[in-house]
């Protein structure tokens, strides 16, 4: 009994200095990686509509997936030879971790680059712009982001940004007396609280509550309101200080945004005959007209 | 090996560690109110079982047999959103417009009512472990069967439990984390939250096991100080 109590412990306290013992010691760039072992691993959203979804036909696919196929064919060019492409599922709680232990190369999914996120991983150019709105049911007395004073918000459980900006205003009574924020584990469960009047509206970057529209039984019976709070770049997240694949990501956006490319992939997912119908802002026009960096 | 720099002191930052401590505090009084109303409950469910009468009888073993047998997951989505929805018109409107933290309590319902099953099951069979002797000598000296339940079989039974319930009331502790799935913030929740403000998960995650560990490991003493108290001399003796 005693001689298992002692073992007990030790496998303890080994499991905790294993957590503690972390090396940072990468000599190998994604590229040499990528180079050497001919392969190379892109993590994506599975639930994100339209960025990376699976859809009724049961296939896996989305605006970053295509842009992450692109990404690939500019490797083989680059490097000359065929490179195996693993596709895999990530979520809003692993991408970091997944991106930090190198596991994953690049995480293309609607990611908004924080300067808190910057201090852990990476980030590219930002490749998608949108702002976060406020959903009501049509008629509702709240027009813009002020009138939630008083009431009941729901926002996405992993959606840092928007809850902080709830916070903010609360803190300086921009949203006076404070609302409750009730928060779900995902956009769908987050509708369906508005739908139940669980809550009186729901916050969150526009383009997700065009989604949210846009797969309604009645997508008249709901309307976003109010101009946008907080701006929302995305960026992919990339491995800390490996600049020469970060510049490799950045150069082939540019490329794309430079030969139309990208506003194609765009119109294929966001415009009028797309998934989810978001036109792109005149801010955004302006966004990628600054990226498109001098050769 | 990670490529990670390990920041400890967001645990106890100003912004994070009252965030921490709320959800832990959270945790406990949850967890606390399940197992009130899943031990009474269980308790109750588990005199239903072995009635004398079989109507009675079936009632318990149906709501034993329903509520184990759901995924806990499921039960907090049932409880949280469709029971509002299967109510009376009227009900389910005040239920979902006006309740503060609906979330909260849909939480500790769902988790007592699914504890209680379990410890149905536990106390029952405490109650089956009794010598029918004891019973006998109790019945035999005169005591009526009424007398016989409250002061023979119930003490007996529920020490022969002691050891199955604590691990019930740990599991509660453990389950109360299923709640964040319907926006209560206990330590899980927050500990996930403040990973997506921070981009710390690592730290988070520790710190919200070791919370737990350290809450099951109270939870265990308590327990081994009160079976050791409610020790019958001579009775169930333990070696150790």
């Given amino acids: 009994m005693k001689h298992m109590k002692r073992l007990g412990l030790v496998c303890f306290w080994g499991l905790i200095c294993c957590l503690l013992a972390a090396p940072p010691v990468f000599a190998e760039t994604v590229l040499e990686k990528i180079d050497r072992t001919g392969s190379i691993t892109m993590g994506y959203r599975e639930g994100g509509v339209p960025f990376g979804y699976i859809n009724d036909k049961g296939e896996w696919g989305g605006f970053d997936m295509d842009l992450g196929d692109i990404l690939v064919q500019k490797l083989e060019e680059k490097l000359g030879k065929k490179i195996k492409y693993n596709k895999t599922p990530i979520n809003p709680k692993t991408r970091i971790v997944l991106v930090a232990n190198r596991t994953v190369d690049i995480v293309m999914g609607a990611t908004t680059i924080t300067m808190a996120r910057e ?10 712009l949108t702002g976060t709105k406020v959903l009501v049911p049509k008629g509702s007395s709240i027009r813009s982001f002020k009138d939630l004073a008083g009431k009941r918000v729901g926002a996405g459980n992993g959606c840092t940004p928007h809850i902080k900006a709830l916070n903010n205003a609360i803190a300086d009574k921009r949203i006076d007396p404070a609302c409750e924020i009730v928060l779900f584990e995902d956009h769908l469960k987050g509708f369906l609280g508005l739908q139940q009047g669980k809550v009186d509206a729901y916050f969150t970057d526009e383009s997700m509550l065009a989604g949210m529209v846009a797969k309604a039984r009645n997508p008249q019976d709901w309307e976003i309101v109010g101009s946008f709070v907080t701006y929302e770049p995305y960026g ?37 005959r797309g998934v989810v119908v978001y036109p792109m802002s005149e801010e955004y026009k302006n966004m990628l007209n600054v990226l498109t960096f001098p050769e | 090996m990670l490529d990670y720099n390990f920041e400890w002191s967001i645990l106890w930052s100003q912004t994070y560690g009252p965030w921490l401590l709320k959800g832990i505090w959270t945790t406990i009084h949850l967890s606390l109110l399940a197992w009130v109303i899943g031990s009474m409950l269980g308790l109750m469910v588990a005199l239903a079982r072995l009635a004398p009468y079989r109507v009675v009888r ?17 039960q907090m989505f049932f409880w949280y959103f469709a029971v509002p929805a299967l109510l009376p018109r009227e009900m389910g409107r005040w239920l979902n417009h006006e309740v503060p933290h609906l979330g909260y309590y849909c939480g500790v319902v769902c988790l007592g009512t699914y504890t209680a099953s379990r410890v149905a099951e536990v106390i029952r069979s405490g109650f089956l472990a009794v010598p029918k002797g004891v019973t006998m000598a109790a019945l035999a000296t005169g005591l009526s069967p009424w007398n016989t339940y409250r002061h023979v ?15 019930e009331i740990l599991s509660c502790f453990k389950n109360s984390a299923l709640t964040m799935t319907i926006g209560v913030m206990e330590t899980t929740g927050m500990a996930g939250l403040i990973d997506s403000f921070t981009f710390h998960g690592l730290e988070t995650t520790t710190a919200a096991s070791l919370v737990y560990l350290a809450i099951t490991l109270c939870v265990v003493a308590a327990f081994a100080r009160v079976e050791k108290k409610m020790r019958i001399p001579g009775l169930m003796e333990r070696s150790n």
């Fill in chain 1, 119 to 128: 201090e852990v991983v990476d980030f590219s150019l930002p490749y998608f």
């Fill in chain 1, 236 to 272: 992919f997240i990339l491995p800390k200080d490996d600049s020469d694949w970060r510049d490799f990501v950045n150069a082939t956006l540019i490329g794309l945004i430079r030969s139309g490319e990208f506003e194609k992939i765009y119109e294929k997912w966001f415009g009028p």
């Fill in chain 2, 58 to 74: 079936f009632a318990g073993g149906a709501y034993v047999q329903v509520f184990r047998n759901i995924p806990l997951l499921v």
């Fill in chain 2, 153 to 167: 079989t119930i003490p007996y039974a529920l020490r022969i439990s002691m050891p199955l319930l604590s691990n």
